[in-house]
């Protein structure tokens, strides 16, 4: 069950009911790839940064340790001792990542697969089977993301394609959710939009996957190619025609920027992997922008990496100890950086959460913008 607390202006504060427990929404999701996020960070760990929700990547755990594996093994959830909501793509976005190495037809796509190049196919009966097989609190509805800038031919078809396997998948998950012993029966199901950067494509399909009656609404096809102008504006035409009353998730997006940007657009739900991936290298967020540790400037500060933040890393280490971690190319240096990120990312949405309550969006959003971009 979906239900909006407060709105303010088209930016919604809202919770989504669930079997692993409520979602208290603007969120972000914690990516966790392979069931785990990258740099070293564990269960309880997410749990010590206030981690909602996890994201797992269908198409990646098919490949290894097997989705089977997992559901004997008692799910997703028990196999990473995890018991809060989970959300699996569908697999759908390495049909677009993986183009060297796929090949689409009506039925699917043919993969060969990144680790061993074996032949993998998947359709979207397969994909909900690996879902259910994961046994995610949401799983995702099979797709096709077309590149930003295609041609509006391709797109047509594109998009045509995903409201068919749409259907493919609203059936076959209705059939899974029956069956005895099926990890997850309460597996909640989000259709995406795409459409790539034309108004009238992404208008039309957001009114045709309505009729499917998913339990959420996903964005697809955004932040691979096009400027955030582009992106923005495509949020502003596409989510006036989505149902308010339903879940909104904007796949793969993004800096603190664009999410500030996207809830003002009445945006929910928000993964990526910046504050993973830039930790690994050092980079890491802050109420005053963006640092890089490996900065010499740092080699005798002995401030936090944020003085405004209260996360365990920011509580124990400084910028110094941190910044020579990583020159040692010592784990300990990435796994601070990354549970610092996931922290200001969880903490911004928390920020963003209260500011919406207390019909004050607007202007935090103005304030926070300019604080993160100092020199603008």
Known sequence: MYRIIKKDGRAKRAELTTVHGKIQTPVFMNVATAGAIKGGVETRDLKEIRTQVVLGNTYHLHVRPGDELVKELGGLHKFMRWDGPI????GGFQVFSLADLRKIKEEGVWFHSHVDGRKIFMGPEESMRIQSNLGSTIAMAFDECPPALAKREYVEQSVDRTTRWLARCRKEMDRLNQLEGTVNPNQLLFAINQGAIFDDIRIRHAKEIQEFNPDGYAIGGLAVGESHEEMYHILDVTV????????????????????????????DFFDCVYPSRNGRHGHVYTSEGKRNLFNQKYEKDLKPIDEACDCPVCRTYSRAYIRHLLKAKEMLGMRLCVMHNLHFYNHLMEEIRDAIERGEYASYKEQKLAAMNPDK
């Open 87 to 90: 959300l699996t793509d569908s």
């Open 240 to 267: 006036p025609h989505l149902p308010e009353d339903k879940p909104t998730y904007l796949m793969g997006v993004g800096t603190p920027e664009n999410i500030l940007e996207a809830v003002d657009r009445g945006v």
